[in-house]
C-alpha cells in the first residue's frame, strides 16, 4: 500500500476513537467531537483528561487509517501488509493505556505484520521515566511481542541512550521536536499572513491583538540595539521549584531591573500543594519577601491572566525589544539521575525566533543538542556556558545564576556592546528557524516507519 497504514480498535466512516482509551468513558463523548474532520480541541475535556491518550491528527495527512478488523479480515484474504497500532500519549505519558489494547491487535502484532507505536509528541517530559518503561517493558515481554516490532516517537533526545543504558532494548527510536516544527510555522504564519490573530484568536486584557507585528524580527532587533532594556526575561506560569528560585534571584539582582511574569494562582497546585512547594523553596531559600510576592501579588507583562495562556499564539515582540537576555525556564530542569530527560518544550524556540539571546532553565546537554541536530549557534565566546555539560541539577542552576550575576553587574555599555557581538549568532539562528523545511522534517519521521 502507498500510505502507512494505520490500525484502530475502534473506528468508523466518520473517523477513529483513539487506541488505549478508557472505554468506560464512551458515553461521555456522545456530544464531543471526536470525528476526524474536527480536531483535538473539542474533545480535549473529556476525552483527554480521562484516558490521557488522544488523536494529534498529525499523521492524517501521510497515513490510511483502518479499523483493525479490516485489516484482520484483508490478511485472511490474502492481503496482508505491514501496519501500525498507533497509541498517542496525552500530556503525561501512562502507561495504563496498554490494558485497553484489543487482544485482536495483540495478536496482529505478536503473530503477523502489525507493529506497536507510541507517538509521544504532543507534549512530553511528565511520566518519561524508568518506571513507566519498566511497566512498557514487562507488557512488551509478557506478550511476546518483539523488539524489532515496538516504535517510540518522542520528544526527547536523551530516551533512547536511557532505554539502552537501564533496560538493554533495542527498539526502533525516532527523536521529532514537533514543538520547534510548531513553533517555526507559527512565526512564519505570523509575518506572512497579514491579519493572523494567533492560533487563540484571542484579545488580550491589555488590547493588544495577538500576533498582529508581534515578532521581533532582526531588522527590529538591530534598530532597538541601544534602546534602554532590563536585564533578563523570564516567564513564569507554572510553579515549579527551579522558577521560583530563579525569581528570587533575580529578586536579589534588583527585581525592577529585569522583566518576570508570574501569579498567585498557579494553574496546577491547590493550596496544598502551593504551600508544600513555598515550604521546598524556603528550605532551599529563606526569601521570605519573594514568598509574599508569590502569595499575594501577582506580575504582568502582557497578559493579565497567565492561566490562560498556552505555548502557542501569544507572541509580544516588545517584551524582546526591552530586554537583554532571555532566562528559558523549560518544563523539566529537576530529575532522575538515573533517568535524565531530553526534553525540549516551544519555551526554547520563542528567543531564537525573536532574535534574542538566552541562558537555558533546562536539562544537561540541551545546547549541545540543539547545535548539533540543528545546526543552531549559541553564545559560549561571549557567556559561560559550561553550565549546559553539568549533569548534576544544583550545580548547572548555580552556574545558570553566575552567568547571570556576572551579566547584571556589566555597565550598559558592555551589555550593549554582547547584544552586538552576538548579532550574528541571532541572525543565523532566526534565519534557520524561519527557514525550516517542514515537509523534509515530517519526511524524516515517515522514513522512519517505512
Known amino acids: 500500500m502507498d500510505k502507512i497504514v494505520f490500525g484502530y480498535d475502534l473506528y468508523s466512516p466518520e ?153 538493554d532494548t533495542k527498539y526502533n527510536f525516532y527523536n521529532f521536536n514537533l514543538a520547534q516544527l510548531h513553533k517555526s510555522q507559527e512565526f512564519n504564519t505570523i509575518l506572512h499572513n497579514p491579519g493572523f490573530n494567533g492560533w487563540s484568536g484571542k484579545i488580550d486584557q491589555v488590547g493588544r491583538l495577538y500576533g498582529e507585528d508581534s515578532i521581533q524580527t532582526h531588522n527590529v532587533f538591530l534598530e532597538n540595539i541601544t534602546e534602554p532594556k532590563k536585564d533578563f526575561l523570564f516567564f513564569t506560569r507554572h510553579w515549579k521549584l527551579e522558577r521560583l528560585l530563579m525569581i528570587s534571584h533575580i529578586h536579589k539582582l534588583g527585581l525592577d531591573k529585569s522583566k518576570v511574569s508570574w501569579t498567585n494562582k498557579p494553574m496546577e497546585t491547590g493550596p496544598s500543594v502551593s504551600k508544600k512547594l513555598i515550604d521546598e523553596f524556603l528550605s532551599y531559600d529563606n526569601n521570605e519577601e519573594v514568598v509574599d510576592l508569590l502569595m499575594n501579588t501577582s506580575s504582568v507583562l502582557d497578559i493579565q491572566d497567565i492561566t490562560g495562556i498556552e505555548g502557542y499564539g501569544y507572541e509580544s515582540k516588545e517584551l524582546y525589544t526591552q530586554t537583554y537576555i532571555s532566562v528559558v525556564g523549560e ?26 539571546p538566552f541562558v537555558l532553565l533546562a536539562p544537561a546537554f540541551s545546547l549541545k543538542y540543539i547545535k548539533e541536530e540543528f545546526g543552531y549557534l549559541t553564545f559560549g565566546d561571549y557567556i559561560d556556558e559550561s553550565y549546559d555539560e553539568e549533569v548534576d541539577d544544583w550545580k548547572r542552576f548555580e552556574k545558570v545564576k553566575q552567568v547571570m550575576t556576572e551579566f547584571s553587574e556589566r555597565s550598559v555599555k558592555d551589555k550593549v556592546n554582547f547584544l552586538k557581538q552576538v548579532s550574528s549568532i541571532l541572525k543565523h539562528n532566526q534565519d534557520l528557524f524561519f527557514s525550516m523545511n517542514s515537509k523534509q522534517y515530517i519526511d524524516k519521521v515517515l522514513n522512519f516507519l517505512r
Open 15 to 167: 473517523g477513529e476513537i483513539p487506541n488505549g482509551f478508557n472505554i468506560k468513558h464512551f458515553g461521555e463523548l456522545q456530544d464531543e467531537s471526536w470525528y476526524l474532520d474536527r480536531g483535538i480541541k473539542k474533545v480535549k475535556t473529556n476525552l483527554q483528561e480521562n484516558s490521557l491518550v488522544s488523536n494529534t491528527n498529525f499523521y492524517n495527512s501521510y497515513v490510511e487509517k483502518k479499523s483493525v478488523y479490516d485489516i484482520v479480515r484483508d490478511r485472511q484474504g490474502d492481503k496482508e501488509y505491514d501496519w501500525y497500532y498507533l497509541i498517542e500519549p496525552y500530556a503525561t505519558f501512562r502507561t495504563t493505556f496498554l490494558d485497553k489494547i484489543s487482544k485482536q491487535a495483540l495478536t496482529e502484532i505478536r503473530n503477523y505484520k502489525g507493529k506497536l507505536l507510541i507517538s509521544f509528541i504532543q507534549d512530553g517530559g511528565f511520566g518519561v521515566d524508568q518506571d513507566s518503561f519498566e511497566v512498557l517493558l514487562q507488557f512488551i515481554r509478557t506478550n511476546n511481542i518483539s523488539e524489532d516490532k515496538v516504535y517510540l516517537i518522542f520528544q526527547d533526545f536523551k530516551l533512547e541512550e536511557n532505554l539502552t543504558d537501564t533496560f
Open 331 to 356: 518544563t523539566l530542569f529537576f530529575q532522575d539521575d538515573n533517568f535524565p530527560s531530553g526534553y525540549l518544550s516551544e519555551k526554547i524556540w520563542k528567543p531564537i525566533g525573536h532574535s534574542h
